[in-house]
């Protein structure tokens, strides 16, 4: 079993910044591909991005790619999404993912077998 907890949602005025933190615990960290989803309201969940076990590759969702950063520190078992130039529409309750497969689990949500409980970003306009 993995244990997720992430930290550092809140509320933050469109074109700010907030970087979300996720620690894990119950497996070797190194051997996870660590991700991050997001649903708004009445909305599905949605990939946000992910990152790599070996080699550190990563993946954005399009609505993300040049505002978002995704990296993980091994050595302190966390993964941490940065967020920059945030908007409305990123406002969702942030979900970090964990997966221990084989092979990298991409965007699809039902690929990954951990997750936290979800920290609320809300963006102001």
């Known amino acids: 079993q993995v244990q997720l907890v992430e930290s550092g949602g809140g509320l933050v005025q469109a074109g700010g910044s907030l970087r979300l933190s996720c620690a894990a615990s119950g497996r070797t960290f190194s051997s996870l591909h660590m991700g991050w989803f997001r649903q708004a309201p009445g909305k599905e969940r949605e990939f946000v991005a992910a990152?790599?076990?070996?080699?550190?590759?990563?993946e954005y969702a399009d609505s993300v790619k040049g505002r978002f950063t995704i990296s993980r520190d091994n050595a302190k078992n966390a993964v941490h999404l940065q967020m920059n130039t945030l908007k409305s529409e990123d406002t969702a309750v942030y979900y970090c993912?964990?997966?221990?497969?084989?092979?990298?689990?991409?965007?699809?949500?039902?690929?990954?077998?951990?997750w936290g409980q979800g920290t609320q970003v809300t963006v102001s306009s």
């Open positions: 993912t964990a997966d221990s497969s084989a092979f990298y689990s991409g965007k699809s949500p039902t690929n990954y077998a951990y």
């Open positions: 990152i790599m076990r070996s080699g550190g590759g990563t």
